[in-house]
């Protein structure tokens, strides 16, 4: 167990990717800015589980409360209180770069000569290191605000960058020279004591939209969050792009040319189903994923179930193109992300039953097609497999919405390394017999990317094929250093 009390992957069998965080923010006088955001993270909590932060500006000062856990439980209406003003920043987080400590929570909070800065930070720089060798030489060795204080993070090297300079004017200045200098993966939403800002990477990896309320602005990482907040989704933030937010309105800069290569895994696992990307509705596309699942790898069975909640479109959309029927064969207990009481050892070995249990009277005696988004290491299917076994299931046949995943990722997801991943090593075949399933079924990348109705051009999907926007030298992210290619 971790310190703060939340199960590791010994106790939580969980496995999925994990995507870095998300980011909110909100432009609005006169609401209650804070609780706009408590309730915006409150959407975006699948995006980050570790810790969670608000920031909250008068226009005269900027106070921010973060801790590590839940943003049910960080926040109470007597934290919410004191964050008054008419802009705030948000942010839930889930550790890549920077372990899961106290200090690494955002939103950062860091001094410029034009204020103060609050930083929150979807993604994952690969040129961190390079970028700290800048923060030394123009900063010097009295390095203050977050990396001052500890922090570990690539969002503190970005907030010191944003301000260690005094010649460009205004945080807006700076922004617009310091962004180009950023390699990787970036979703931003930072302000000052005034101004509300939003800013993408030119590859768009990860998901940043904005939205209209009757008295302001939000940013959010995805369209589910404006959706509970009452704001009216207005497009994405582009690639490439900086949005300023003030009471003078909106104004939007190009900091970089666009290279559009959203994440795939964003339509396949990471965003909420209700959520649309590029205009393309996340439930919509898993759907259709499953339907491709059927199409590509039918078999003969007496129900389709799925792994909850992650593979129930997909299981959906394979029970109506295969015409067999849909079931829920397995209950999930929405309680389990986080615990302080130690299991034993013998609720340890249970494992995945801390998570999901089946309805026996549902599976035993059944043929089942189960349905799962991915694959990562193999443990949690495999207990899965044979929990379904002990609970009478005659034949069990699993298939998976998204290819083998053969690669790891180095902008914002927290995959596995190449070694641990159980596709880079085996076949199909020999990956079924290791999770001990009656038989194997992955979409393939052609059904699986039609089905995001993007042009696989815009898309991202070097976790399947190892073919990177940004040339990557594996080795150098084997001994913890940039990942970068000296050719890049």
């Given at each position: 167990?971790?310190?703060d009390?939340?199960?590791?992957h010994?106790?939580d069998?969980e496995?999925?990717a ?8 909100v432009w ?16 975006l ?8 932060g ?6 005269q ?12 439980q960080?926040f ?15 942010h839930?987080r ?11 929570a ?5 001094p410029?000569?034009?204020g103060?800065?609050?930083l929150?930070?979807?993604g994952?720089?690969?040129?961190t290191h390079?970028l700290?060798e800048?923060?030394?030489?123009t900063?010097?060795a ?5 990396l001052?204080r ?5 969002t503190a ?5 944003l301000?260690?300079?005094d010649?460009?004017g205004s945080l807006?200045?700076a922004?617009?020279s310091v ?10 939403a ?12 030119p590859?768009g ?6 939205g209209?309320l ?27 792009e ?11 800069r190009?900091?970089a040319?666009?290279?559009?290569r959203?994440?795939?895994?964003e339509?396949?696992y990471l965003?909420?189903?209700d959520?649309?990307?590029a205009?393309r ?18 078999v ?7 792994t ?7 299981a959906i ?22 615990t302080?009481?130690?299991?034993t ?5 249970l494992?995945i039953?801390?998570?999901?249990n ?7 005696g059944k043929?089942?097609v ?13 207990a ?6 002990a609970?009478?299931?005659a034949e069990i ?5 998204s290819?083998p995943?053969?690669w790891?990722c180095y ?6 390394t ?8 085996l076949?199909n075949?020999?990956?079924g ?8 079924g992955?979409?393939s990348?052609?059904?699986?990317i039609?089905?995001?109705a993007?042009?696989?051009q ?17 080795a ?11 050719d890049?």
């Amino acid at each position: 167990m971790n310190g703060d009390g939340r199960l590791t992957h010994v106790l939580d069998p969980e496995e999925k990717a994990q995507d870095e965080c998300g980011v909110f923010g909100v432009w609005a006088p006169g609401e209650d800015v804070a609780s706009m955001t408590y309730f915006g993270l409150y959407a975006l909590q699948h995006r980050g589980q570790e810790s969670a932060g608000i920031a909250a500006s008068t226009g005269q000062q900027i106070l921010v409360y973060k801790d590590m856990g839940l943003v049910s439980q960080v926040f109470n209406e007597d934290h919410l209180r004191p964050l008054t003003g008419h802009l705030a920043v948000g942010h839930v987080r889930y550790a890549t770069t920077g372990r899961s400590a106290w200090r690494n929570a955002q939103p950062t909070l860091g001094p410029t000569p034009y204020g103060t800065i609050a930083l929150a930070h979807n993604g994952n720089l690969i040129n961190t290191h390079a970028l700290m060798e800048t923060v030394r030489e123009t900063c010097g060795a009295d390095i203050t605000g977050e990396l001052g204080r500890g922090s570990s993070t690539d969002t503190a090297v970005m907030t010191a960058l944003l301000g260690c300079t005094d010649h460009y004017g205004s945080l807006e200045e700076a922004a617009m020279s310091v962004l180009p200098t950023l390699r990787g993966a970036f979703s931003l939403a930072f302000m000052d004591e005034s101004t509300l800002y939003a800013a993408r990477d030119p590859f768009g990896f990860r998901p940043l939209v904005l939205g209209r309320l009757p008295s302001g602005w939000v940013i959010a990482s995805e369209t589910a969050a404006l959706d509970i907040v009452g704001a009216t989704y207005v497009r994405e933030i582009d690639p490439g792009e900086l949005l300023a937010i003030d009471e003078s309105g909106v104004r939007s800069r190009r900091f970089a040319d666009p290279t559009p290569r959203g994440c795939i895994f964003e339509y396949v696992y990471l965003a909420r189903p209700d959520t649309a990307i590029a205009g393309r509705s996340i439930n919509a596309a898993r759907n259709e994923m499953g339907r491709a699942l059927a199409r590509e790898h039918p078999v003969d069975a007496d129900i389709v179930i799925a792994t909850p909640d992650s593979g129930t479109p997909a299981a959906i959309g394979y029970a109506q193109e295969s015409g067999i029927p849909f079931a829920q064969g397995l209950v999930k207990n929405a309680y389990v992300g986080r615990t302080f009481i130690q299991p034993t050892q013998t609720m340890r070995q249970l494992g995945i039953r801390l998570k999901l249990n089946p309805l026996r009277d549902v599976i035993e005696g059944k043929r089942l097609v189960v349905v799962d988004d991915s694959i990562v290491r193999g443990n949690t299917q495999r207990a899965l497999v044979r929990m379904l076994r002990a609970a009478g299931a005659a034949e069990i046949h699993v298939r998976i919405s998204s290819p083998p995943v053969t690669w790891p990722c180095y902008f914002g997801i927290d995959f596995a390394t190449r070694a641990e991943l159980i596709a880079s090593g085996l076949t199909n075949d020999q990956i079924g017999a290791s999770i001990e399933a009656d038989s194997l079924g992955f979409i393939s990348e052609e059904g699986m990317i039609a089905a995001t109705a993007v042009p696989e051009q815009r898309l991202c999907t070097a976790c399947f094929t190892g073919t990177y926007p940004l040339p990557v030298d594996h080795a150098k992210a084997a001994a913890g250093l940039d990942p970068l290619s000296e050719d890049s």
